[in-house]
C-alpha cells in the first residue's frame, strides 16, 4: 500500500515568518500535487510537478520534487493570513491518486 | 460552467437506511472518483470512473456502489449505512490521465456532510 506522510500535521505561525511542509513517501510516483482547502469547500490544486528535482514557484510558495520522486516539500515565504488553510499532497499512482495526511496550516496576523 | 457539482450538502441517516450521493460535471472529464475525508487522515478514494460504462475499485471500496451511465454523472450509493460512514464525501473530475498517470488538474465538488446515527 502507497502511503504519504506530512509533517508537521499542524502548524501556527506568525504573519511574515517562513515555514516548511513536507510530503515523503517509500513509493515513486509518476508526478505528485499540493493542493490547498479551505473550510466547507474541496481541495483546489495549487501545482503539479513531474520531473525529479523540479522546483516551480508560485508567487511566495516553492514547491520541490525529491530527485527519486518520493518525497516534495512546499515552502511559503512571508506567510500571510490567507495562507491558511489545510495543506495536502498527493501522489499519482496507475488511475488513482494516494493522499497525504494534510497539514493544518494558521498564520496569525 | 458550473464545474463539479454535488449534492445534497448535508445528510443525517439512520443505520442501516439506503441512499444516493450525485456527482456531476459539466467539463466534458473521463475521469471521475469519490474521496471520503475524516480528520487526521487525508483524502482516500473510494471508487474511480475512466468513462461511461468503466468503474473499479479505489482504496476503501467496502460497502459503496457506483455506476456510470453517462460521462456527465457519477452518483455513489450507500447500501446500508453505517456509522464508520460518517464521513465529507468529495467528488472529483479531471481528464482522463495519458497512459493512466495524472498530470492535469483535478477539480473538486464542495462535498456532502454525512452523519450515520
Known amino acids: 500500500t502507497q502511503l504519504l506522510e506530512q509533517s508537521p500535521q499542524f502548524l501556527s505561525i506568525q504573519e511574515g515568518e517562513n515555514l516548511t511542509v513536507y510530503c515523503n513517501s517509500s513509493s515513486v510516483f509518476s508526478s505528485l500535487q499540493w493542493y490547498r482547502q479551505e473550510p466547507g469547500e474541496g481541495p483546489v490544486l495549487l501545482v503539479t510537478?513531474?520531473?525529479?528535482?523540479e522546483v516551480k514557484k508560485l508567487k511566495r510558495l516553492t514547491f520541490q520534487f525529491g530527485d527519486a520522486r518520493k518525497d516534495s516539500s512546499l515552502h511559503i515565504t512571508a506567510a500571510q493570513p490567507g495562507d491558511t488553510g489545510l495543506y495536502l499532497c498527493a501522489g499519482a499512482g496507475t488511475y488513482k491518486y494516494i493522499f497525504g495526511t494534510g497539514t493544518r496550516l494558521k498564520v496569525l496576523a | 460552467n458550473a464545474g463539479v457539482t454535488q449534492t445534497p450538502k448535508f445528510q443525517v441517516l439512520k443505520t442501516g437506511q439506503s441512499m444516493t450521493l450525485q456527482c456531476a460535471q459539466d467539463?466534458?472529464?473521463?475521469?471521475m472518483s469519490w474521496y471520503r475525508q475524516d480528520p487526521g487522515m487525508g483524502l482516500r478514494l473510494i471508487h474511480y470512473s475512466v468513462g461511461a460504462g468503466i468503474t473499479d475499485q479505489g482504496e476503501v471500496p467496502n460497502g459503496y456502489n457506483v455506476s456510470r451511465s453517462t460521462t456527465e454523472d457519477f452518483p455513489l450509493r450507500l447500501l446500508s449505512a453505517a456509522p464508520s460512514q460518517t464521513s465529507v464525501y468529495f467528488c472529483?473530475?479531471?481528464?482522463?490521465?495519458?497512459?493512466?498517470?495524472?498530470?492535469?488538474?483535478?477539480?473538486f465538488g464542495p462535498g456532502t456532510r454525512l452523519t450515520v446515527l
Open positions: 472529483a473530475s479531471s481528464p482522463v490521465p495519458t497512459r493512466g498517470f495524472f498530470t492535469d488538474t483535478q477539480y
Open positions: 467539463m466534458n472529464h473521463e475521469y
Open positions: 510537478v513531474v520531473t525529479g528535482g
